[in-house]
């Protein structure tokens, strides 16, 4: 392998470590889908993703949710958070009809 390669494999892997923190604002009667009873989805959320996730108390008529750890774990938490959204929205929809 030529130096070049071996210089752009170290930097790919330099990049997946970086740390990152992104941020989004739901409405505060949504976050309690992510949530669920206990904290158990939340808590399966961070599980699985790998990524650390804080969510702002309750006082507010809208959340903070802060998703922190490497770009992989953040898309991952991102992905189970929209399937749950998703999850509930077509079951609203469901009893609608």
């Excluded at 070049?4 to 930097?11: A, H, Q």
């Amino acid at each position: 392998m030529s130096s070049r390669e071996d210089e752009k494999l170290s930097s790919v892997s330099e990049t997946t470590s970086v740390h990152l923190t992104l941020r989004m604002i739901m409405p505060g009667k949504e976050v309690g889908s992510i949530i669920g009873k206990g904290g158990e989805i939340i808590n399966s959320i961070r599980e699985e993703s790998g990524a650390k996730i804080y969510i702002t108390d309750g006082s507010c008529p809208e959340r903070i949710i802060t998703v922190t750890g490497t770009s992989d774990a953040i898309c991952k938490a991102y992905t189970l958070i929209c399937k749950k959204l998703e999850d509930v929205d077509g079951s609203k929809a469901k009893d609608r009809s």
